[in-house]
């Protein structure tokens, strides 16, 4: 191939000049492979650009083609003195070698390209992997001062629970009493016996607790009725009277600020009301160490306990105190059990003097029977006994010398009913001369009626004769229904029939009289004088409307509860067996039995 073949095409009739000198010298460049440019003296040269290509209608011949290396349009070079090589030539071949360079350009941009997005993918990728590290670095730094701050919160957590740690003792005064020689020093054994409980219940926790530290604090809570209290310890002859009783609990209380004892005796909350709500509100609390519950085994506590038989945190911060042994209601519950006999008696105090154990209980089918051996003394009751300077005795059983001497030391007082029991202890072979007692003195009018019949002053005074319609009160004049002895088989039956108590041993049944048919009791069943009798006992178990205060001489209705006394449970002391289901009201429970006056028709006056 040679440079005549890349002439022009021959449609364009332009004559061509192609004189190509070829030699073994001769070499392809850019320019030789160019095509052939029109004649010089062709006429077309003026209209056709330097690559032979037409120009665009209104250009001008004399405008300045940038192709060209020359102004001159139409300038003719040679080369090598063997060809003719026109500036188009010579445009071709900077064409191509422009066209080289932009390659050449173009591979090192490529390469700048290559090497630049290489770069930019390597700082990408490192970019990233710092990014990540940062966000670990800062998550960490974050976790790690928030576990600071939760150590830190967690220490001061553990320091405010670790603070006044305590354990809790809480006791049924009513159910467990102290022991008589404390009772019996009044304020100053209620400081020994809050002085002496502390000591135990600390040893105790010291040999038997592993979350016992040295800054444990006792505090201690007894529950009681100080009334019943102190007239059972008086009645049962533990104290000379009750208000020794009331030492005692000053006593207790003024041993220590956390030793408390809490009266019960007003309003209807009881022992073991009390002990529960304090048993709820410490038992999931971490101050309180342990709690201790003294109480007495009653179906009440054994069902109140039952609950937490099954809770294995509570069962090991909690511990039954006993005087004695559990043998019966709460024998079978899983909780420790220990006794702190030298503190408490084994036995109830008022079981002595009030009640015989020899007798079983005798209830009515309808509950109401007032007058069993549990409610009532029994008439083995001990009966006081008189001393007299002589060592004489008036009533009661015979009393060793030494018992006497004892219970005269115990009493410290300078009566002379002290002085009577000292003297009665053994004295040495020298008897002193007696001191001359006036006539008028207890021992003297003891000494002239000691042969006098026997008067057993635990029974009541009988009451006045008085006939007619009567209405009993007591000091606080309320209305006290008579005491009545009835047929308990006869009195349930008579409550089965549904009579109409006010046609019967009433006024009359107005709606009865009516023939209104809205009474819906019997008023035709045939009773005898008997039967109407045991009605009334019937009767008495619906409230009277007018309360406790009723002066109404006719009424047959109920002036206060005739079910005896609870004997355990929320309503133990306070309230009858019927609990808060009872139609009789709080203020007719409990009320004081004693008549204190009797009144007559001619005692009222009517306007």
Known sequence: MTPSD?????????????????????????????????????PLRTSLDPVGTPRRSGSSSSCANPWNTDSRAGSVRTFSGSRIVTDSDLHVASLWARYAQIQATEGTKNELLEEVLTRYTYLQQTHNELLATTEQELISKVASVELENSKADVARLVDMLQVDPFALVLIDGDGMYFDDHLVRHGEEGGRQAAAQLNKAVTDWMRGNLDAYSSDCQIVTRVYANVKDMADNCFLAGVVSSPDVVEEFVRGFMRSGDLFDFIDVSFGNDSPMTKINAMLKLHIRGYQCRHILIGCAETEGYAHMLDRYSSDRAALQDMTLLGAKAFEHKLAHLPMRKITLPPLFRKSHTGSEAKGDPTRERHDSKTNFNPTSGVFTPSSRTPVPVVLLP??????????????????????????????????????????????????????????????????????????????????????????????????????????????????????????????????????????????????????????????????????????????????????????????????FGREMHGMDMTVANVLQPKDLEYD
């Open 6 to 42: 890349f002439n022009p095409p021959r449609s364009m009739n332009t004559p061509i000049r192609s004189t190509v000198r070829c030699d073994s010298n001769y070499s392809m460049t850019p320019s030789a492979l160019a095509p052939s440019l029109p004649d010089i003296d062709s």
């Open 390 to 583: 002589d060592g004489r005795k008036v009533g009661g059983r015979a009393v060793s010398p030494a018992v006497s001497s004892a219970r005269g030391n115990i009493r410290s007082s300078s009566s002379a009913s002290s002085s009577a029991i000292s003297d009665a202890a053994p004295r040495s072979s020298t008897v002193k001369k007696a001191v001359p007692v006036a006539p008028n003195a207890w021992s003297s009018i003891a000494q002239r009626s000691a042969h006098l019949p026997f008067k057993d002053l635990t029974r009541p005074a009988p009451e006045p004769k008085l006939s007619g319609p009567l209405i009993r009160q007591n000091k606080y004049e309320q209305r006290l229904d008579q005491h009545m002895d009835y047929d308990h088989d006869r009195v349930y039956e008579l409550k089965k029939l549904k009579l109409c108590n006010q046609h019967y041993i009433g006024r009359g049944c107005c709606h009865w009289e009516a023939g209104n048919g809205a009474c819906p009791h019997k008023h035709d069943y045939p009773l005898s004088a008997k039967d109407k009798n045991w009605l009334r006992v019937v009767a008495r178990e619906t409230v009277c409307k007018k309360g406790t205060y009723c002066l109404d001489f006719e009424c047959i209705y109920g002036h206060h509860c005739p079910y005896p006394k609870a004997n355990e449970g929320s309503m133990r002391g306070i309230g009858c067996i019927n609990g808060d289901a009872c139609r």
